[in-house]
């Protein structure tokens, strides 16, 4: 049993594909007429904020196929091939841009769920012919990527957005896109509840901080020190788990804090807790105290 | 898998997207607990599977890979994990725990903070752990074993 069982060789990045072009213009268009009945027929059964979904989705879907037929032509007959067909299906053309053999799609449809209630569902495609995506994208968005992107109301930016050249081949079949990307519920993984406290202000954190939710605590952590927070306490008594990441963005916190002349400093009393901070070396870095009280200063002492 | 080899296996691949690293960590408890690892040592086995695969993930997204992170928990008289990355090799072994000083450093960014401190809690709490090139392709290997109790 070797460590890459089952694993495919892969040159390593970046390193430039020999792209292979298996697709036609026909074939492209033959797909896209295709999906537009497919997508016609589905789309009347369900409910208007599902239908701006799913139709901004088929928009960004058709657009990114139909520019990528004429990626050859240039971005700007690509991108008015993909506007055309984005408007077609009632969808307004966001963005459009040529990556090499590659065209990315954003488009809007306007929604209406209640009378009084103007919402927007947009969706991001990518096209081009199959293989080329993971050599020719720029690193930030790389990759032989699966299909797919959208999310209601622009959530997410167009390249935050998992896209690949398996896109057009979904698509060509007519079904829904297989690789989905759900709602980001930070919530049941993470809770973050700030208060005022002995002139402190008290962030008392719950749950699990890892890679995932780290960027939670580091965005309501920077809005509380932006807001004018100078002494700042985090409650890690309800932390659960606690990863480098967490910890990489407690250390920033308490340089930015430090550095504008403000003071930081953690509440931990659980041994679990305390383990890493030893390990870590970090006991070192942050007042750590065993109560609210005592990082307040309303009792004395750190305890590390 | 190979069938002639007499233990137990769980093989688990997922995209390089931080949000399966809690899935990892949680199905890698869960086969740990059930190989027989010690109650006591769960916490540590979470976390360095975490911490392994939150470098692996990183890694990853640095070098714009889609590749599947791979983890494989085995149970051969010993409770082994393997998380397998699939980044340039420089990359996987430039890693290096941070003396304390360093982490107090202003001019460190987080990313590297993160990393050192990454590194550190797997040194610190997994007592067998290797990093190495993986056997076949590019790519790196963290392996982690713990004991298991006998008689389960």
Not at chain 1, 265 to 284: H, M, N, W, Y
Request: charged fraction near 20%; include cysteine; charge should be negative.
């Amino acid at each position: 049993m070797t460590p890459a069982t089952g694993i495919k060789e892969e040159p390593p990045l970046p390193c430039p594909g020999r792209p292979r072009d298996r697709g036609s213009a026909s074939l492209w268009l033959a797909a896209v007429g295709l999906v537009l009945v497919a997508a016609g027929v589905a789309g009347s059964a369900v409910g208007v904020a599902t239908v701006a979904h799913h139709q901004a989705r088929t928009a960004a879907d058709l657009g990114a196929l139909a520019g990528a037929a004429r990626v050859v032509e240039g971005t700007d007959a690509a991108c008015r091939s993909a506007a055309e067909i984005a408007s077609a299906n009632r969808a307004r053309l966001v963005s459009c841009a040529v990556d090499g053999w590659e065209i990315v799609v954003t488009v809007e449809v306007a929604a209406h769920p209640l009378p009084a209630l103007n919402r927007t569902a947009s969706a991001s495609a990518r096209a081009g012919p199959v293989g080329v995506a993971a050599r020719q994208a720029t690193p930030s968005r790389a990759g032989p990527s699966r299909a797919k992107t959208g999310q209601a109301q622009g959530q997410f930016p167009a390249s935050d957005v998992p896209v690949g050249s398996r896109r057009w081949l979904d698509a060509r079949e007519g079904v829904a896109p297989a690789h989905r990307v759900p709602p980001k519920e930070v919530g049941m993984e993470l809770s973050l509840a700030a208060r005022t406290f002995a002139g402190h202000t008290v962030l008392e954190v719950g749950g699990e901080v890892d890679v995932y939710t780290a960027p939670k605590l580091r965005e309501r952590l920077a809005e509380l020190i932006d807001a004018g927070a100078a002494k700042v306490v985090v409650d890690l008594d309800r932390v659960d788990f606690l990863d480098s990441t967490g910890l990489g963005v407690l250390v920033g916190a308490h340089k930015r804090l430090r550095a504008s002349g403000g003071t930081f400093g953690l509440v931990c009393s659980k041994e679990p807790l305390l383990k890493i901070f030893r390990i870590t070396a970090l006991d070192q870095v942050f007042p750590l105290y065993d109560s609210v009280n005592a990082a307040t200063g309303a009792a004395p002492g750190p305890t590390a | 898998m190979t069938a002639e080899i007499a233990m137990s296996t769980v093989r688990l691949e997922f995209s390089p997207a931080p949000v399966h690293v809690r899935t990892a960590r949680l199905v890698g408890v869960a086969v740990a607990r059930r190989a027989g690892v010690a109650e006591e040592l769960l916490d540590e086995v979470r976390l360095a599977i975490g911490e392994a695969c939150t470098r692996a993930v990183a890694l990853h997204q640095q070098y714009g890979l889609r590749d599947p992170v791979l983890v494989e928990m085995s149970d051969d008289g010993e409770y082994m994990v393997r998380v397998t990355d699939r980044a340039p090799i420089e990359a996987g072994l430039g890693l290096a725990a941070l003396p304390p000083d360093e982490l107090a450093n202003e001019s460190l960014t987080e990313e590297a903070l993160t990393v050192g401190v990454g590194f550190a809690l797997l040194a610190g709490f997994v007592d067998d752990l290797q990093v190495r090139p993986v056997d076949e392709g590019i790519g790196t290997e963290v392996r982690m074993v713990w004991p298991v109790r006998h008689g389960r």
